[in-house]
T-cell receptor, first 110, second 113 residues
């Protein structure tokens, strides 16, 4: 069966520091991969999605970037974090229609 | 633009009472429809989905949802709520295979004893 792993679960980082969140999927090949950010009362905001290795689409211009170095690996990065980058980050994969989510990373920028 | 509306931000129901969470979408054709549940600090879990066919779909944890084309709605129901159902619920639509889902802003469900 397919599983998705996302880490770390929580992260506290100072303003201006770099960020790297990793997501991997097991048990499937060539999945569509997504990064969402969730802020209280604002639902899920799609940040990036990828349909294949090296193929990244950005939905919102911001201080973040994403990469897909391997078929089942999706990385969310930032060179310099801002306070406004705080939030709950969710990785998801999709075989075709429905999406399956990781457990999320709570990022607090201080 | 396509959108998903969950009119109720927060609902409180008594344990054992019935539940209905509302969801409306704006899209020209019939999209793929989903309900997800999220416990605090956790990821989203798929409750049920509608692609086509029978407009009443059954999901996990005793939930069901009914698609009504004329109302562009996909409301989630449960006949008897348990305290463990307290969580945040998200309705989502998919427009095409392989595209990202569009989510509503969620409804927080509280269950009182």
């Amino acid at each position: 069966s397919q599983t998705i792993h996302q880490w770390p679960a929580t992260l506290v980082q100072p303003v201006g520091s770099p960020l790297s969140l990793e997501c991997t999927v097991e048990g499937t090949s060539n999945p569509n991969l997504y990064w969402y950010r969730q802020a209280a009362g604002r639902g899920l905001q799609l940040l990036f999605y990828s349909v294949g290795i090296g193929q990244i689409s950005s939905e919102v211009p911001q201080n973040l970037s994403a990469s897909r170095p391997q078929d089942r690996q999706f990385i969310l990065s930032s060179k310099k974090l801002l306070l406004s980058d705080s939030g709950f980050y969710l990785c998801a994969w999709s075989p075709r229609f429905e999406a399956f989510f990781g457990q999320g990373t709570r990022l607090t920028v201080v | 633009a396509q959108s998903v509306t969950q009119p109720d931000i927060h609902i409180t129901v008594s344990e054992g009472a019935s539940l209905e969470l509302r969801c409306n979408y704006s899209y020209g054709a019939t999209p793929y429809l989903f309900w997800y549940v999220q416990s605090p600090g956790q990821g989203l879990q798929l409750l049920l989905k509608y692609f086509s066919g029978d407009t009443l779909v059954q999901g996990i944890k005793g939930f069901e949802a009914e698609f009504k084309r004329s109302q562009s709605s996909f409301n989630l129901r449960k006949p008897s709520v348990h305290w463990s159902d307290a969580a945040e619920y998200f309705c989502a639509v998919g427009l095409e295979a392989g595209t990202a889902l569009i989510f509503g802003k969620g409804t927080t469900l509280s269950v009182s004893s």
